[in-house]
T-cell receptor, first 117, second 114 residues
Framework: GAVVSQHPSRVICKSGTSVKIECRSL??????MFWYRQFPKQSLMLMAT?????????EQGVEKDKFLINHASLTLSTLTVTSAHPEDSSFYIC?????????????FGSGTQLSVL | DQQVKQNSPSLSVQEGRISILNCDYT??????FLWYKKYPAEGPTFLIS?????DKNEDGRFTVFLNKSAKHLSLHIVPSQPGDSAVYFC?????????????FGKGTRLSVIA
């Protein structure tokens, strides 16, 4: 099946630093990738939709200057949490919508647990 | 305002019995529904889906039922196995609206007891 690789799986950083999370579709091209975050016991909340070669579309309440998204190729999207603060600590998950043989399903990365001290 | 609701945060079932996980939605534009399974510290994995033109889809031990008039769907797992213990997310989308993302419920934690 289709594979989405997300890296790193866990990050612990100091307040004020920036963290970059990578999301790669390994065996299919993803023109659209989605970034979600999940707080404990909550649902997956969409942060932004990333389209290859264009600016990301952010959901209401998500600061685009704080969560920088780059989707420079059909297989790679990155999320950079700039000047991270403890309230940014969360589980971040990327996903890519399949095309062609894999259909329209959404495939998820394994997630990144971010802890900001 | 939650468009996809999973009202049971947890469910415990004995091994071998049937697990029934429920999901309700409010947006009548949704026409594609999916179930995902998630283990701790991992991303969700796709389990089964159903289009609004169907009322049932079966894949091995997993069956999803859709009741459009009630805006309700359910996932049946039979027989339940200890390895099925995970959080199950219901998700919905409106394919006619273009490349829209999925809307997820809060999840139901299933525990299958041996």
């Amino acid at each position: 099946g289709a594979v989405v690789s997300q890296h790193p799986s866990r990050v612990i950083c100091k307040s004020g630093t920036s963290v970059k999370i990578e999301c790669r579709s390994l065996d299919f091209q993803a023109t659209t990738m989605f970034w979600y975050r999940q707080f404990p016991k909550q649902s997956l909340m969409l942060m932004a939709t990333s389209n290859e070669g264009s600016k990301a579309t952010y959901e209401q309440g998500v600061e685009k200057d704080k969560f920088l998204i780059n989707h420079a190729s059909l297989t790679l999207s990155t999320l950079t949490v700039t000047s991270a603060h403890p309230e940014d600590s969360s589980f971040y998950i990327c996903s890519a919508r399949g095309t062609g043989r894999v259909g329209e399903k959404l495939f998820f990365g394994s997630g990144t647990q971010l802890s900001v001290l | 305002d939650q468009q996809v609701k999973q009202n049971s945060p947890s469910l415990s079932v004995q091994e071998g019995r049937i697990s029934i996980l429920n999901c309700d939605y409010t947006n009548s534009m949704f026409d594609y529904f999916l179930w995902y399974k998630k283990y701790p510290a991992e991303g969700p994995t796709f389990l089964i889906s159903i289009s609004s033109i169907k009322d049932k889809n079966e894949d091995g031990r997993f069956t999803v039922f859709l009741n459009k008039s009630a805006k309700h769907l359910s996932l049946h797992i039979v027989p339940s196995q200890p390895g099925d213990s995970a959080v199950y997310f219901c998700a919905a989308s409106s394919r006619n609206s273009g490349n829209t993302p999925l809307v997820f419920g809060k999840g139901t934690r299933l525990s299958v007891i041996a």
